[in-house]
């Protein structure tokens, strides 16, 4: 079935304001939440208008006041106009802002390059006390909805980056928990590792068509770069001589940058890293057709896994 990630945040965020009077929500007119849900919400859902850097600096000051604010606005806004709030406002004072941020990645194709957002991972894991996830699919969302209105287990500020519109689901799994990678498939052969709706739902279709060849893979839904689950990583790599990551990214910076600076630390061996190219998007299109657009598919997956162990084979190369 499929659904919005955005829808189940909103959706499991009401029920968790009516039990936890110290949460609120505070939004930027991003048409989310309606007036219906506003009046259930009563005066723990604040309005703010499209104004990103104020919103973070609000959110700031309701935290440090014992609130936890759940903030609201597009990944592409959050990211980059507000960027300075979120830094010294928010992760400089530790505080436990939940950043929910929507149209991740090419979900706002139709938008253009001003409203995408593929430099957001990237700028956020790099904030020291930054949690930053990435739910691959409705069910996740509402998991680590649930997770972050924990303020003991979660204490620090955390970045959720969820897309626009519905997305498969995943195939059925234990429910997610942040910061521990979920190992989605076995194999010794190639390691595929990923996080976002479209780009785990590829590797796990790559993994099918490599099974076929005789080349086992371990899917690994990477969904927390933040903190970054090095262990299932390097337990996962350490017997294959090839990991190749996807996301919804650019390729500098992101899920890739995290996976091969993990490897090179502890268990070094060869990444290829697949995402958008490294230059602002030159075609205007919904975010299924980007997708294809720039192969972030099952394809170019199995393609690049068997290039790659097709060089290794005529180097002699291995872990």
Same mark, same amino acid.
């Given at each position: 079935?499929?659904?919005?990630?955005?829808?189940?945040?909103?959706?499991?965020?009401?029920?968790?304001?009516?039990?936890?009077?110290?949460?609120?929500?505070?939004?930027?007119?991003?048409?989310?939440?309606?007036?219906?849900?506003?009046?259930?919400?009563?005066?723990?859902?604040?309005?703010?208008?499209?104004?990103?850097?104020?919103?973070?600096?609000?959110?700031?000051?309701?935290?440090?006041?014992?609130?936890?604010?759940?903030?609201?606005?597009?990944?592409?806004?959050?990211?980059?106009?507000?960027?300075?709030?979120?830094?010294?406002?928010?992760?400089?004072?530790?505080?436990?802002?939940?950043?929910?941020?929507?149209?991740?990645?090419?979900?706002?194709?139709?938008?253009?390059?001003?409203?995408?957002? #593929? $430099?957001?991972?990237?700028?956020?894991?790099? &904030?020291? @006390?930054?949690?930053?996830?990435?739910? =691959?699919? +409705? %069910?996740? !969302?509402?998991?680590?909805?649930?997770?972050?209105?924990?303020?003991?287990?979660?204490?620090?500020?955390?970045?959720?980056?969820?897309?626009?519109?519905?997305?498969?689901?995943?195939?059925?799994?234990?429910?997610?928990?942040?910061?521990?990678?979920?190992?989605?498939?076995?194999?010794?052969?190639?390691?595929?590792?990923?996080?976002?709706?479209?780009?785990?739902?590829?590797?796990?279709?790559?993994?099918?068509?490599?099974?076929?060849?005789?080349?086992?893979?371990?899917?690994?839904?990477?969904?927390?770069?933040?903190?970054?689950?090095?262990?299932?990583?390097?337990?996962?790599?350490?017997?294959?001589?090839?990991?190749?990551? #996807? $996301?919804?990214?650019?390729?500098?910076?992101? &899920?890739? @940058?995290?996976?091969?600076?993990?490897? =090179?630390? +502890? %268990?070094? !061996?060869?990444?290829?890293?697949?995402?958008?190219?490294?230059?602002?998007?030159?075609?205007?299109?919904?975010?299924?057709?980007?997708?294809?657009?720039?192969?972030?598919?099952?394809?170019?997956?199995?393609?690049?896994?068997?290039?790659?162990?097709?060089?290794?084979?005529?180097?002699?190369?291995?872990?």
């Amino acid at each position: 079935m499929s659904r919005a990630t955005r829808e189940a945040y909103r959706d499991t965020l009401l029920p968790l304001l009516q039990r936890r009077p110290e949460l609120m929500c505070l939004d930027t007119d991003t048409g989310l939440f309606n007036a219906a849900y506003a009046e259930a919400a009563g005066d723990q859902y604040l309005n703010l208008g499209i104004a990103e850097h104020n919103l973070m600096g609000v959110a700031a000051g309701m935290a440090a006041s014992g609130r936890v604010p759940f903030v609201n606005t597009m990944a592409a806004f959050a990211t980059s106009r507000a960027l300075e709030a979120i830094k010294i406002d928010i992760a400089y004072n530790r505080l436990p802002v939940r950043i929910m941020a929507t149209h991740g990645g090419l979900a706002a194709g139709h938008l253009g390059p001003t409203h995408q957002a #593929l $430099e957001d991972l990237a700028v956020m894991r790099v &904030l020291p @006390g930054m949690t930053v996830v990435v739910p =691959a699919d +409705a %069910a996740a !969302t509402e998991a680590f909805v649930e997770q972050s209105a924990d303020v003991d287990a979660l204490p620090g500020p955390l970045y959720v980056r969820l897309g626009r519109k519905p997305s498969p689901a995943l195939p059925a799994t234990e429910p997610p928990v942040i910061g521990q990678a979920q190992t989605l498939r076995e194999g010794g052969d190639v390691v595929l590792v990923s996080c976002g709706p479209y780009p785990v739902l590829a590797c796990l279709a790559a993994a099918d068509v490599l099974a076929e060849g005789g080349i086992e893979a371990t899917v690994l839904n990477m969904h927390t770069l933040r903190p970054f689950d090095t262990r299932t990583l390097v337990a996962a790599a350490r017997p294959a001589p090839l990991v190749v990551t #996807l $996301e919804e990214h650019w390729r500098s910076g992101g &899920l890739g @940058g995290a996976v091969a600076e993990a490897l =090179a630390e +502890a %268990a070094p !061996t060869r990444v290829l890293r697949l995402g958008v190219p490294d230059r602002f998007v030159d075609e205007v299109g919904d975010q299924e057709h980007l997708v294809g657009h720039y192969e972030l598919t099952a394809e170019r997956v199995v393609r690049t896994v068997r290039t790659g162990l097709d060089a290794m084979a005529l180097s002699g190369t291995n872990n």
